[in-house]
Nanobody, 123 residues
Framework: QVQLEESGGGSVQPEGSLRLSCSCS????????MAWFRQAPGKKREGVAA???????SYATSTEGRFTIFRDVDKNALILEMNSLKAEDTAIYTC?????????????????WGQGAAAIVSS
């Protein structure tokens, strides 16, 4: 069974950048469809970006053009590169995976979940 662990969260000023990494153990990252979700305080969890095991990509409207999702095959990890960060991007970011083919931004599409990493955008 695949296990996911996020790293790379932290604090940054508005317009700054952060890179989140989701390491995948017990499985090969390229064989899974994966996604990033986030949950801000007092808000519902939302899909941020998704990458299927066939290479199809989806982004939430709020993140498209600023966030980039990709795989680091050498590190067997899923990456979320976040640029031009805004205060409203502050949240717990969690990666998820499924064996099937999916670039869905809905949480029900995913079977395996990490614990999450905090990203705080504040001046």
């Amino acid at each position: 069974q695949v296990q996911l662990e996020e790293s790379g969260g932290g604090s940054v000023q508005p317009e700054g950048s952060l890179r989140l990494s989701c390491s995948c153990s017990g499985g090969i990252v390229s064989e899974y469809s994966m996604a990033w979700f986030r949950q801000a305080p007092g808000k519902k969890r939302e899909g941020v970006a998704a990458l299927s095991n066939r290479g199809e990509v989806s982004y939430a409207t709020s993140t498209e053009g600023r966030f980039t999702i990709f795989r680091d095959v050498d590190k067997n990890a899923l990456i979320l590169e976040m640029n031009s960060l805004k205060a409203e991007d502050t949240a717990i970011y969690t990666c998820a995976a499924t064996r099937g083919v999916s670039n869905s931004l809905y949480s029900f599409a995913y079977t395996f979940w990490g614990q999450g990493a905090a990203a705080i955008v504040s001046s």
